[in-house]
Nanobody
Framework: EVQLVESGGGLVQAGGSLRLSCAAS????????IGWLRQAPGKEREGVSC???????????YYADSMKGRFTISRDNAKNRLYLQMNSLRPDDTAVYYC???????WGKGTLVTVSS
């Protein structure tokens, strides 16, 4: 059974940092496209970042324009976990962040990130 469980959200001041974690089970993170999406209050869900299958490398990463230079996606194959390091957080980064399998068929329940001004 595929499961994705996010953690690491919380309340942070603008300019601060958080590291989100996603524990995956039922599949291997290094053999999958996997990523993060978010949904802010009253807004549609949007893509944040994703990473390709490793294929013996660190994988190819993608970031939405507003996250480039601030967010970093990574994975720990041994722990079967995905991470999102978020720096220079802004109030408009406030959202529920979801970990998702690249197929689109599997999602976590999300973790709330709140950035205060």
């Amino acid at each position: 059974e595929v499961q994705l469980v996010e953690s690491g959200g919380g309340l942070v001041q603008a300019g601060g940092s958080l590291r989100l974690s996603c524990a995956a089970s039922g599949f291997s993170v290094d053999d999958s496209v996997i990523g993060w999406l978010r949904q802010a209050p009253g807004k549609e869900r949007e893509g944040v970042s994703c990473i390709s299958r490793s294929d013996g490398t660190t994988g190819i990463t993608y970031y939405a324009d507003s996250m480039k230079g601030r967010f970093t996606i990574s994975r720990d194959n041994a722990k079967n976990r995905l991470y999102l390091q978020m720096n220079s957080l802004r109030p408009d980064d406030t959202a529920v962040y979801y970990c998702a399998h690249g197929s689109g068929d599997y999602w976590g329940k999300g973790t709330l990130v709140t950035v205060s001004s």
